[in-house]
């Protein structure tokens, strides 16, 4: 069993930054990939990010691509996503996941674990 709680969302002015965190529970973290997605009012959960089991590789949605990073720690069971100028396109609720394998996935169906979500809202 993983749980996964993410922290760090907020209010923040176009142009500005937030720094996700999720922090997992279980011995089993560093095993797997994990992503980030995001889900706005009314729009499909999407991909943002995702990151193989030892930070070796990582890939991003088009939208978000030379403005967040995603990284982790498997030191402390952590994983992150830095957004650096933020758009108001990118107002939505956060969720970390696991991946069911080691290497990089897209698709919400290749992730077995969830957060709560945090929300990110972004003033124009």
């Known amino acids: 069993q993983v749980q996964l709680v993410e922290s760090g969302g907020g209010l923040v002015q176009a142009g500005g930054s937030l720094r996700l965190s999720c922090a997992a529970s279980?011995?089993?973290?560093?095993?797997?990939?994990m992503g980030w997605f995001r889900q706005a009012p009314g729009k499909e959960r999407e991909f943002v990010a995702t990151?193989?089991?030892?930070?070796?590789?990582?890939y991003y949605a088009d939208s978000v691509k030379g403005r967040f990073t995603i990284s982790r720690d498997n030191s402390k069971n952590a994983v992150y996503l830095q957004m650096n100028n933020l758009k108001p396109e990118d107002t939505a609720v956060y969720y970390c996941?696991?991946?069911?394998?080691?290497?990089?996935?897209?698709?919400?169906?290749?992730?077995?674990?969830w957060g709560q979500g945090t929300q990110v809202t972004v003033s124009s």
């Open positions: 279980g011995r089993t973290f560093s095993m797997y990939a």
């Open positions: 990151i193989t089991w030892n930070g070796g590789s990582t």
């Open positions: 996941a696991k991946a069911r394998v080691p290497y990089l996935k897209v698709g919400k169906d290749n992730y077995d674990y």
